[in-house]
């Protein structure tokens, strides 16, 4: 079979300059719109055991991709510095992310790591990592004795056929509602479920999904179909706008609108009437929220992006292993994100074209998280 290459790096990534003038941080960096530094999205490896139809599809991802070799890995002590310095710029919460972070070796021993941090206040960081729930259950009780604070579980649907259609490697429903239940009773919650909503393929999952997952510990959210990359095959016509998705659940079970928990959080909140709960939504197509985006993400190999959509990363790596100090990585940090001006989703919104046909250059959400 001919080898099939993603271009994770397009050749545009560099390090990023380090400023004539260092600056200490402050812990209340801004961006071009104000936006402060709030979240930080790790992702620890670029390896998947699923293939997702949306994310890594097997047509492109198949057996003869090559993955990053290990040298090209951040390691724990380098996450972990890097990690320091965005606090000291702001950060309250850290998302590890893949690929499928239990997939690499010893992350108990990073949650660790990273569970010692504190924010500018001298609290502990909003903890919490994303996972496909395959191996939760035999990981969540060490991940929780290691620091960990809450796991998010990604799971497109109950019925077990669509479900494996889906993830595209024969895994079955109920294996990731064991991961759920177990991650639960050991304190990782309340446990969020991500449901990705493809039309065409899943939609017939949204009730029965809600039905679920109402009056359980489970936060359920929905998420519309993202141009996320270039290798998904994204089209407008295959996303199911969350107002219909609201509209859907409400028509049975009744929804109340929630306030957000704090500025920029990416889920628009809606409880259930009778008590039974809550339910989130995604709508980063047909209703952007990059005005309050804080979000940074950190790639596997060491390289920052300032958006989900974004086309050119920042090689901090190399920053590290050229052995520039705290200071200065610090003061490069700084630099970037106050001349971000990242807003892709609401450009998308105004740009038909865009929405009809995506855009290519864009890195892979199994490259840097979802």
């Not at 949204?206 to 993202?226: G, Q, T, V, Y």
Request: hydrophobic share 40%; charged share 25%; net charge neutral.
């Amino acid at each position: 079979m001919t080898e099939k290459i993603i271009l994770l790096n397009d050749g545009r990534s560099q390090a990023p300059a380090v400023p004539a003038t260092l600056e200490a941080p402050t812990g209340s960096l801004r961006d071009q719109f104000a936006r402060p530094l709030h979240d930080l999205r790790i992702s620890i490896t670029d390896r998947c055991n699923f293939r997702c139809v949306y994310c890594m599809p097997k047509e492109v991802f198949d057996k003869d991709y090559q993955y990053l070799p290990h040298n090209a890995l951040l390691t724990f002590e380098e996450i972990t510095r890097i990690a320091r310095l965005f606090v000291e710029h702001g950060v309250e919460k850290i998302r590890l992310t893949g690929g499928e972070p239990l997939l690499r070796k010893d992350l108990e021993r990073l949650v660790g790591m990273l569970a010692e941090l504190r924010t500018v206040h001298g609290k502990p960081l909003d903890l919490t990592l994303t996972t496909n729930g395959s191996l939760l259950a035999r990981k969540a009780q060490s991940l929780k004795d290691a620091g960990l604070q809450r796991v998010t579980v990604s799971l497109d649907a109950l019925d077990d056929a669509i479900f494996k259609r889906m993830n595209d490697v024969d895994f079955a429903v109920a294996d990731v509602l064991h991961g759920i239940d177990v991650a639960h009773k050991v304190g990782l919650g309340p446990v969020k479920v991500n449901m990705v909503v493809k039309r065409g393929m899943n939609e017939q999952e949204i009730l029965p999904m809600a039905r679920h997952f109402k009056d359980s510990p489970a936060i359920l959210r929905f998420i519309e179909f993202m141009d996320v990359g270039s290798s998904n095959g994204w089209n407008m016509h295959d996303v199911i706008p969350s107002a219909e998705v609201v509209r859907m659940i409400g028509a049975e079970m009744p929804l109340v609108p929630v306030d957000p928990n704090y500025t920029g959080e990416t889920a628009e909140r809606w409880r259930y009437a009778d008590g039974g709960g809550e339910i989130g939504v995604i709508s980063s197509v047909t209703h952007a929220f990059c005005k309050d985006c804080s979000r940074a993400r950190l790639s596997t190999e060491g390289k920052l992006y300032t958006c989900l959509f974004a086309t050119r990363g920042h090689d901090l790596r190399a920053l590290l292993r050229e052995g520039r100090s705290d200071a200065e990585i610090s003061s490069a940090i700084g630099a970037l994100w106050r001349v971000r001006g990242d807003r892709y989703s609401e450009l998308r919104t105004i740009n038909t074209e865009g929405l009809a046909q995506g855009r290519d250059g864009k890195v892979e959400m199994s490259y840097i998280g979802g």
